[in-house]
């Protein structure tokens, strides 16, 4: 996996995904062999957009693995006064061993990492946020005791994940990670808020082979039956404001309540990406209820983000 980019979850092999789960494991239990995999070694972060969790705990990440991160706003790049993403990564591949990058269009990630020499990690854009849906993988395991010290593909054929709300970057990247692991999802939408189109045609093929269910409901009641995990997520994604306007209506039955999760069965996970907009796509209630493990989602970036940089970056 050295030298790797990690833009899509589909970037990965299943062998690769379960590696990453088995090494955050050991770096959260302090099992790890090598203490400080990146000694020695400069990430580069480019923010476009604000970030809490990103930010942090990628920058946490790369403190505790040994590294120097230099966080790099977008704003005071030149890329600012017009430079091209392409030149940017030659000249950033210079200097760094490693980036991670959360943007708007996921075109810019696309090509910092087509012309740069270094392991690009793709931290979020408008398409995808596989980083967020790997560590979420890697809390549901913790939160049904899937063994993560030797993971396999069969421990997520029978988890069923109903991801309620708009379909968006971490509803795209779910739809991926379930072909990956063959697990069974439910992706729940207000209609005119589905997910992307081609990653749905091409996730759909994929499942054919390796025995995923994708399934597409506008009904959150019917869709969360038999649920081992119901995900949400805000209605209106950072920086999407001002160019879709979000119908709220349209949303209204699909705020992650505790009507809702009467329809599921009891013990069900509920998840959440954070930020949170409370009161709107999940209420007080639920979100800090005891089938929450929300901020063991927020806490689990940490350790399986210290992980991809482990595995990807040379």
């Known amino acids: 996996m050295k030298n790797k980019d990690l833009i899509s979850i589909l970037d990965l092999g299943e ?5 990453i789960f088995q090494t955050a494991e050991e770096l959260k239990q302090g099992r790890d062999k090598n203490k400080l995999p990146l000694a020695g070694k400069i990430i580069g972060m480019i923010f476009q957009k604000p970030s809490t969790r990103t930010r942090v705990s990628f920058e946490v990440g790369i403190y505790q693995l040994g590294g120097f991160p230099i966080f790099l706003n977008a704003n005071e790049l030149q890329l600012k006064r017009g430079e091209s993403m392409k030149d940017t990564a030659r000249v950033l ?4 061993d490693g980036m991670v990058i959360r943007a708007y269009a996921h075109k810019d990630v696309m090509e910092l990492a087509s012309y740069s020499t270094i392991s690009v990690i793709n931290g979020l854009t408008d398409l995808l946020h596989p980083c967020q849906i790997i560590s979420d ?6 939160s049904r005791q899937i063994n993560r010290t030797n993971p396999k593909l069969s421990d997520f054929s029978n988890i069923k994940i109903v991801y309620v709300g708009d379909g968006n970057n971490v509803a ?3 739809m991926e990670m379930a072909v990956k692991l063959g697990m069974k999802l439910i992706v729940c939408t207000p209609q005119g808020y589905e997910t992307d189109k081609k990653i749905l045609s091409h996730c759909l093929k994929l499942s054919k082979k390796t025995g995923a269910r994708i399934e597409i409901s506008s009904n959150p009641g019917m869709a969360v039956k038999g649920a081992d995990v119901i995900y949400t997520d805000v209605w209106e994604s950072m920086g999407n404001e001002a160019g879709r306007k979000i119908n709220k209506k349209a949303f209204r039955d699909f705020q992650l309540n505790q009507r809702l999760l009467a329809c599921a ?3 069900v996970i509920i998840m959440h990406c954070l930020p949170a ?7 007080d209630e639920v979100m800090d209820g005891p089938n929450s ?11 399986v983000q210290k ?7 040379k």
């Open 265 to 267: 069965k009891k013990g």
């Open 293 to 303: 493990v929300i901020f063991n989602q927020a806490e689990n970036r940490l350790h």
């Open 277 to 283: 907009h409370r009161g709107e796509e999940i209420t």
């Open 15 to 19: 062998a690769e995904i379960l590696s």
């Open 307 to 313: 992980a991809i940089m482990k595995l990807l970056i």
């Open 172 to 174: 795209n990247s779910w």
């Open 137 to 142: 993988v890697f809390t549901i395991m913790e």
């Open 93 to 96: 591949s210079s200097y760094l």
